[in-house]
């Protein structure tokens, strides 16, 4: 019988969430033994890699969902991450380019100019284009487009293109050259846990950690083992798939569209690939897929565990749809990933940004894309959009759906803060120098 390990804290998930944690709690608190448990063989194999995300550090200036209140808080965060990535002077980090949403029509283009006097004071990397401007920066966007047809760009300076899953592996290195009590479990599952004793015992298909602490970043799986310890009852997982279509050497930066009032979705983008700048990518596709993890069909049988599959779920399900004016949409991204005429629909998407674009251009990118876990609260029948964070006792549950892996050093900071409280008075977090070096 494997021998039990015992540590201050646990991680669950090594993930870029997870990896920040491990990261803050090991650099600016004084919490001893770590642990990073992490089913798969090595960090970031999952929604951090970057064939299944977005590659960009959000921060709510180019994202029209976001009022300035909250567009101010994801800046804050994602300050953090660009100062640690300008840091570690790695060319295979990120790339720094321009980052846009852009406008195509009178209804859009007011929008964007009333966007930007809002946004002007607080974000002065911001700054309005038109039609002539845009031939020279994207001369993509405006070939072939019609010239009575309206266009504008909201242009940010700051447009960072970030490889998370080269991220998770610079904090997990930082963090354990720094704390020498800190360990990696890969390949190591979560079976269960269970509160005994004022501590968490914490079933493994590699024997058993107990920890005073725990935090769990994994994802849809954050939610599922916090139901089996009470917590979060209210919530259900609805799991969206996100593909991606390449297309060529099309953009030199990142180009959004403007979002569409009410629609809980981001619209489909393009944005030269990080790990190939010479091919675009356009997408996420929005896909409801009953999955914990993309690709992996095994995990519906987690899913069904899960309180969406019930007359309770069921029924938020079908007002969220009907609310959001979702049936049609769903319908179309649905289409999205079939052969041969889910390229054509979805060609009609990507001439919004690229007119010229031809059928024979595009490519679904097999096997890409990953699961955003949206959180569907099931009393009032809503969607929770953004990160999603459950705190227990002596134990916290981060989902972190988009734009998680932007605000990862944000959440960690946060949960480290969080951590101190449950040692009550036991640790340390020295939030001067946090501060300091990425605030």
């Known amino acids: ?57 959000h921060d709510g200036g180019t994202e029209t969902n976001y009022d300035l209140a909250h567009a101010l808080k994801v800046k804050a965060a994602a300050v953090m991450l660009r100062r640690y990535v300008e840091s570690k002077k790695d060319p295979l980090l990120f790339k720094k380019t321009h980052r846009m949403v852009l406008g195509v029509g009178a209804y859009e283009v007011e929008k964007l100019r009333k966007r930007f006097e809002d946004f002007k004071s607080s974000y002065p990397d911001l700054r309005l284009i038109g039609a002539e401007e845009l031939k020279t920066l994207e001369p993509m966007l405006m070939k072939d487009r019609s010239l009575d047809e309206p266009v504008a760009a909201l242009v940010s300076s700051e447009g960072y293109a970030v490889n998370y899953q080269r991220l998770a592996e610079c904090l997990i290195s930082d963090a354990m050259t720094i704390n020498k009590n800190l360990e990696l479990s890969f390949n190591t599952g979560v079976e269960s846990i269970r509160h005994e004793h004022a501590q968490y015992m914490i079933e493994t298909t590699k024997g058993n950690v107990r920890a005073d602490m725990v935090v769990f970043a994994a994802g849809p799986y954050s939610l599922f083992f916090a139901q089996q310890l009470g917590y979060g009852k209210r919530f259900a997982i609805l799991p969206v798939a996100g593909s991606f279509y390449s297309g060529g050497e099309l953009v030199r930066g990142k180009v959004y569209r403007v979002q569409v009032e009410g629609r809980p979705f981001a ?17 996420p596709t929005t896909k409801p897929l ?32 009907r609310q959001n004016k979702l049936v049609g949409y769903v319908a179309k991204n649905m289409v999205y990933d079939l052969p041969l005429i889910g390229k054509f629909f979805f060609l009609k998407e990507v001439r919004v940004i690229i007119p010229s674009m031809r059928y024979s251009d595009l490519k679904l990118r097999r096997g890409a894309g990953g699961i955003r876990p949206q959180i569907v609260d099931l009393p009032t029948g809503t969607l929770q959009m953004g990160d999603a964070t459950i705190v227990g006792d002596n134990i916290i549950f981060n989902t972190t759906p988009s734009p998680g892996a932007s605000i990862c050093l944000g959440n960690a900071k946060r949960d480290a803060a969080e951590l101190i409280k449950f040692g009550e008075g036991k640790y340390s977090f020295d939030v001067a120098a946090f501060e300091k070096d990425l605030g």
Do not use: C
């Open 267 to 283: 619209e489909i983008h393009g944005d030269p690939d990080v790990l190939n700048s010479r091919d675009t990518r356009f997408g």
């Open 1 to 57: 019988m494997a021998e039990e390990r015992r540590y201050s804290l646990a991680i669950i998930g090594g993930g870029v969430t997870g990896a920040a944690l491990a990261y803050v709690a090991s650099r600016y608190t004084d919490i001893g033994s770590i642990v990073v448990i992490e089913k798969n063989a090595w960090v970031a194999q999952v929604n951090s890699h970057p064939m299944n995300n977005a590659q960009t550090s």
């Open 290 to 321: 009953p999955l914990m993890e993309r690709h992996k069909y095994e995990t519906f049988f987690d899913f069904l565990k899960l309180p969406l599959v019930s007359l309770r779920g069921i029924a938020s399900l079908f007002k969220i749809i």
